[in-house]
């Protein structure tokens, strides 16, 4: 049995920080905590403890990402477009991936993520084939390559395997996306079923959008996650355009198509649900459908700021994710939720910063099947990230009350040591396993850039 011993010298609770924490943990969860006691003024570590300066919050959870979007960042930014044009970009980068290029570009990025204290990852896979549809020799190399990556970066993932099978309403894959498509969604089924969990990584399942998965195939895809009892994700309303489309097809809104055929439900997560109508918002609270948002990535693409705000009075639990990863910074999506609604409302104080917390980490952890994961308590996985205190953005007042410094000063910068259960990945902001992260992503963005 493998036994470390922390000292945290501020720690976030979930409600308040507390300073002096000692953290037991064995086996990769933690056995025991214990708050330092004022009264007899031993707030040092004991003996023996691996020390952990700053403020230490739970390990972070990035409930959605497209790892090789990561080979976009400071090309896509440049000049004007639209989503659409922007989509021709990635499909370009998604015909160059290979099982190798994409384990590379993936262990990179995920290391990148460690480094900003994220020790869970939630990779929306849909990339399943080679150029033209033809499937590898191992039909889930692609997926695989993923699961590796996330071991050899030291993070956790739910590998989201996405069901991708036609270009549009009644319109069949094509082009760059026959890679995606698996033919129907019995196919997709099989292929899936092959995938095993492991230690670090748990299996999900994913639509991809109501236009790339026909509407008589919806519930093939419901069922299997329903079954399994797995996390089901869906890219929900990003784009008026879809909703247009999908109105004209099928009469009524994507939202409703879901709910329709089974699809929404406590284990189903929306993305983006960024274009709703006021019954969409009902619809989804209705059925506990959870909402992840990626603010960095929606005002990259000019998506627009989702109702966040009326879906979570609805019940509908809040998760965010860094998507297109323009920027790896868990911390930066939080404070955008807030401002970004400032900015809409004129109006400040609609989340708190434990609210905040809370989505980039135990409720992100639980939209990925990671319910044991995301707060610092007995019994729960021993994953956890700690913030510089004495960086030009932090330093100052030392947090006694809440969050309010790691949601709304600190960034992904600030992270000075990363652990997953119970183990280092991250120590004094270098990577204990990927040595030069910089040059494994400038090696692995180069090769598939083209």
Same mark, same amino acid.
């Given at each position: 049995m493998t036994r470390t011993t922390y000292w945290l010298e501020h720690a976030w609770l979930g409600t308040h920080v507390e300073p002096g924490v000692t953290v037991e943990t064995a086996d990769g969860r933690i056995t025991a905590l214990r708050i330092a006691d004022s009264d007899d003024g031993t707030g040092r570590p004991p003996p023996g403890a691996e020390i952990l300066r700053g403020l230490t919050l739970p390990g972070l959870a990035n409930a959605h990402s497209h790892a090789f979007h990561r080979a976009l960042r400071?090309?896509?930014?440049?000049?004007?477009?639209?989503?659409?044009?922007?989509?021709?970009?990635?499909?370009? /980068?998604?015909?160059?991936?290979?099982?190798?290029?994409?384990? @590379?570009?993936?262990? @990179?990025?995920?290391?990148?993520?460690?480094?900003?204290?994220?020790?869970?990852?939630g990779e929306f896979h849909y990339v399943h084939h080679a150029p033209g549809g033809v499937p590898y020799a191992d039909p889930n190399a692609m997926g695989e390559a993923l699961v590796a990556a996330a071991a050899e970066a030291g993070v956790r993932i739910t590998l989201l395997d996405t069901a991708y099978l036609a270009a549009g309403f009644g319109r069949p894959a094509e082009g760059h996306q026959l890679r995606f498509s698996d033919g129907s969604a019995e196919s997709w089924a099989t292929r899936s079923a092959l995938l095993k969990e492991r230690d670090h990584a748990r299996i999900g399942a994913a639509v991809h959008s109501v236009? @790339?998965?026909?509407?008589?195939?919806?519930?093939? /895809? @419901?069922?299997?996650?329903?079954e399994r009892r797995v996390p089901l994700h869906v890219h929900l309303s990003e784009q008026p355009a879809e909703n247009d489309a999908c109105r004209e097809a099928h009469g009524r809104t994507p939202a409703r198509l879901l709910a329709d055929h089974g699809v929404l439900g406590p284990r189903t997560?929306? /993305?983006?649900?960024?274009?709703?109508?006021?019954?969409?918002?009902? $619809?989804?609270?209705?059925?506990?459908?959870?909402?992840?948002?990626?603010?960095?990535?929606?005002?990259?693409?000019?998506?627009?700021?989702?109702?966040? /705000?009326? $879906?979570?009075?609805a019940g509908s639990p809040l998760s965010l994710g860094s998507d297109s990863h323009a920027v790896i910074d868990l911390l930066e999506e939080a404070r955008a939720m807030e401002l970004n609604e400032r900015l809409r409302t004129r109006t400040r104080g609609h989340w708190t910063a434990a609210a905040l917390l809370r989505a980039a980490t135990a409720d992100g952890h639980e939209a990925l099947g990671w319910h044991d994961a995301g707060a610092l308590e007995p019994g729960a996985l021993a994953d956890f990230t700690t913030l510089r205190l004495d960086s030009v953005r932090t330093a100052g007042p030392v947090p006694r009350l809440g969050a309010e410094t790691a949601v709304f000063a600190a960034s992904a910068a600030d992270v000075r040591h990363t652990v997953v259960g119970g183990r280092h990945v991250v120590r004094d902001g270098a990577h204990s396993l990927v040595p030069d992260v910089p040059r494994a992503l400038a090696t692995a963005v180069a090769a598939v850039r083209g």
């Open positions: 400071g090309t896509v930014q440049i000049g004007s477009g639209t989503f659409w044009t922007w989509r021709e970009a990635m499909y370009a /980068v998604a015909g160059r991936l290979t099982p190798d290029t994409y384990h @590379a570009l993936a262990r @990179a990025t995920y290391a990148e993520m460690a480094l900003a204290g994220i020790t869970c990852v236009r @790339a998965v026909p509407a008589d195939q919806l519930a093939t /895809v @419901a069922r299997w996650a329903e997560t929306g /993305v983006h649900n960024t274009h709703l109508t006021e019954e969409d918002i009902a $619809l989804i609270g209705a059925t506990s459908t959870g909402t992840c948002m990626c603010p960095t990535t929606e005002r990259d693409l000019a998506d627009g700021t989702g109702p966040a /705000v009326a $879906l979570q009075r």
